[in-house]
């Protein structure tokens, strides 16, 4: 498989093949013996790459917006597995070093977080969740053959993709004037598309595209690891007066509001030069590589 767009195909045939290239990599893993984390983990992450592609022709695709929700609901079906199973690995990255969480309060929530990891991955377990997956997927697979696009040029890209990198230039810049959690996280989802976008589109321009890919990556990850703080912060704080946590969850979460803030500032400088140029000249200088890529099939 082949998560780019090709020389030599058109815009159309690249959209076509590249979604069923995720769509059957998600009913393979829903097939699966995988463990159900496993499998839910797969699936999103093959979700996202699917909405990003959505999203770069969504100027140009005729049922963009129900093939774009159809991709959401997928995931959205998987992601108690999820957040169950990222609220344990927050937690025991807040153990680590000497300033981290004591042993007996990260037992203590740990125990607590089990249970409710336990409680999703028995829901996912369910051949019913799955079989709803199944059917979602295949049906949105029996509508690829059909998808069309009304240019096969540049054009049918500009729109999807000079959106996506607005939307993360100004989510780079709101955070950076006043960052939240829900500011940070929805920043995090627009790196994400705009780094799958430079992957559908490397063959433009291979180092300089993979470098913006990788630098986009690294930043996503610093960006999940805040989400994913603060996913565990709002899980104890809704349970604070469970008298089996109270006093670990009053020692944890500033230990993890601390952590966030750590992130954050991490996070702030590489989301600034992602997005340093004004949209107009992001969306020039892609529509200049591709005319370069194009003009090497004359030679």
């Known amino acids: 498989m082949s998560y780019r767009i090709r020389r030599k195909e058109s815009i159309e045939i690249a959209l076509r093949r590249i979604a069923l290239e995720q769509i059957d990599a998600m009913l393979k893993s829903a097939d699966s013996d ?88 028995h829901a996912l377990a369910h051949e019913e969740v799955r079989a709803e997956v199944r059917i979602a997927l295949r049906e949105q697979r029996e509508r690829v053959a059909s998808w069309t696009l009304d240019d096969t040029s540049f054009s049918a890209i500009r729109d ?85 946590i109270r006093d670990a969850a009053a020692r944890a979460i500033p230990l993890l509001e601390a952590r966030m803030r750590e992130l954050e500032r991490r996070a702030l400088a590489p989301a600034a030069r992602l997005f340093a140029e004004k949209p107009k000249a992001f969306e020039r200088r892609m529509r200049a590589y591709w005319r370069a890529w194009r003009l090497d099939e004359l030679v």
């Not at 022709?57 to 990222?86: F, H, I, K, N, T």
């Not at 004591?102 to 089990?114: H, I, K, P, V």
């Open 160 to 244: 999807g993709l000079s959106r996506t990198y607005r939307r993360g230039r100004d989510g780079a810049r709101a955070c950076a004037s006043t960052p939240t959690p829900d500011g940070l996280h929805e920043l995090r989802k627009r790196v994400k598309y705009h780094r799958f976008q430079l992957d559908l589109l490397r063959g433009l321009w291979r180092g300089p595209l993979s470098a913006a890919s990788d630098e986009a990556g690294a930043l996503a990850e610093v960006l999940g690891d805040h989400h994913d703080a603060a996913v565990l912060v709002d899980a104890l704080r809704a349970h604070i007066d469970d008298d089996a």
């Open 34 to 121: 995988g463990a159900p984390g496993d499998v839910a983990h797969a699936i999103r992450k093959r979700c996202k790459k699917l909405r990003a592609l959505l999203r770069l022709v969504r100027g140009s695709l005729d049922g963009y917006g129900r093939e774009q929700r159809a991709a959401r609901d997928v995931a959205r079906r998987l992601a108690p597995v999820r957040d169950a199973a990222v609220r344990l690995d927050t937690l025991d990255r807040l153990t680590d070093g000497h300033d981290g969480l004591n042993q007996s309060d990260a037992e203590t929530l740990r125990n607590w977080l089990d249970a409710s990891r336990t409680n999703a991955l």
